[in-house]
């Protein structure tokens, strides 16, 4: 049986995220509600949006990038910090949402997805109503009677 080693799989999360030779890195994201609809908002500096694979399996939106750096024939490169990178992240929609109206927009490095909020899971007022009875109750004064002993 193996043991947890909650250190061991710190080291495997974090080297996995800085090293852009072991696979996809997690995008910075925002995702707050505003009114009838959720807004995530995700950074992607420097992709392509042709790039950008946005899916919905079910309940599970995938948001896929590719950020590639242009290599010319004949450059001799002083320095070369910026390298090219795979963006992966995954959300849980859960049942409250409208899947098939789900859009995107691309900006200045910025990924926004709006998903809005299914009819079912919006808030609405309950009319409370009474019954209108025709009879009318009359109120009776009762008076105590003597009790005879």
């Known amino acids: 049986m193996a043991t947890y080693d909650p250190f061991r799989e710190f080291d ?12 996809p890195r997690r995008m910075p994201m925002d995702l707050y ?5 959720y807004v995530l908002t995700a950074d992607l500096p420097g992709v392509d949006p042709g790039s950008v694979d946005i899916d919905v399996d ?13 290599t ?3 450059v001799k490169w002083i320095t070369r910090e910026r390298e090219g990178a795979s963006f992966l992240r995954q959300l849980s929609l859960g ?7 789900i859009s995107a927009t691309y900006d200045n490095g910025v990924l926004s997805v709006t998903i809005p909020v299914s009819e ?13 009875r025709s009879s009318v109750v009359q109120a009776h004064e009762t008076v105590p009677q003597a009790v005879a002993s």
Do not use: M, Y
């Open 58 to 70: 079910g309940q599970l939106l995938t948001i896929r990038a590719e950020r590639s750096v242009p």
């Open 95 to 101: 049942q409250g949402v409208d899947t098939e109206h």
């Open 120 to 132: 079912r899971a919006k808030s609405r007022k309950i009319e409370v109503t009474t019954e209108a």
């Open 72 to 74: 010319g024939e004949g």
């Open 12 to 23: 495997r999360l974090a080297s996995g995220l800085l090293d852009p030779r072991r696979g």
């Open 33 to 37: 509600r505003d009114g009838d609809h």
